[in-house]
T-cell receptor, first 115, second 117 residues
Framework: AQSVTQPDIHITVSEGASLELRCNYSYGATPYLFWYVQSPGQGLQLLLKYFSGDTLVQGIKGFEAEFKRSQSSFNLRKPSVHWSDAAEYFCAVAPGVTNAGKSTFGDGTTLTVKP | NAGVMQNPRHLVRRRGQEARLRCSPMKGHSHVYWYRQLPEEGLKFMVYLQKENIIDESGMPKERFSAEFPKEGPSILRIQQVVRGDSAAYFC???????????????FGQGTRLTVV
């Protein structure tokens, strides 16, 4: 069975500082990985996804993520955080490239941005 | 093209009542997924439907919960005889069934927040 672990429940960074959110997955085959962002009271917005190819994936809002098979990780990064990035971030893994809707989600990391 | 529409946004029910949550997928999408998000947790998959068919209900509780996606109209998640533990946010997602990117990305609605009192 697939699983996702987000080790950090809550992260606080200063505006303008760099950000890295950790995600570790467990899956027996080639993983299909996603990062979503959820603002309070809202649904989820896809930031980026990885299916194959280049292990460094670029997403929206200046986010990127790097897939490292040897470490079973898919960490999300942003070089300079903006106050509007404060939200909850979810990493997810899907069982197949054409089954994105049936994903297993981590428990999320809440990001607070200090002025 | 409107996004995934869920209604109501907030729903309050007394214990023992029925809750009906509706989801209209994006235009052209025929795959619908329901998720539940308990407080302080991530989303948990419940059920995957295509038009008139339940494809995968491995995440659905065995009792009181049911889902449908009729040929016409929205998908419905129905919870009978609600209990306090059903209080959660319920999210629907849809994905396209053909064409570029078919089913490789799920688009989420804003959710229905169910409170059972």
């Amino acid at each position: 069975a697939q699983s996702v672990t987000q080790p950090d429940i809550h992260i606080t960074v200063s505006e303008g500082a760099s950000l890295e959110l950790r995600c570790n997955y467990s899956y027996g085959a080639t993983p299909y990985l996603f990062w979503y962002v959820q603002s309070p009271g809202q649904g989820l917005q896809l930031l980026l996804k990885y299916f194959s190819g280049d292990t460094l994936v670029q997403g929206i809002k200046g986010f990127e993520a790097e897939f490292k098979r040897s470490q079973s990780s898919f960490n999300l990064r942003k070089p300079s955080v903006h106050w509007s990035d404060a939200a909850e971030y979810f990493c997810a893994v899907a069982p197949g490239v054409t089954n994105a809707g049936k994903s297993t989600f981590g428990d999320g990391t809440t990001l607070t941005v200090k002025p | 093209n409107a996004g995934v529409m869920q209604n109501p946004r907030h729903l309050v029910r007394r214990r023992g009542q029925e809750a009906r949550l509706r989801c209209s997928p994006m235009k052209g999408h025929s795959h619908v997924y329901w998720y539940r998000q308990l407080p302080e947790e991530g989303l948990k998959f419940m059920v995957y439907l295509q038009k008139e068919n339940i494809i995968d209900e491995s995440g659905m509780p065995k009792e009181r919960f049911s889902a449908e996606f009729p040929k016409e109209g929205p998908s419905i998640l129905r919870i009978q005889q609600v209990v306090r533990g059903d209080s959660a946010a319920y999210f629907c997602a849809s994905s396209p069934s053909r064409g570029a990117g078919a089913n490789t990305e799920a688009f989420f609605g804003q959710g229905t927040r169910l409170t059972v009192v």
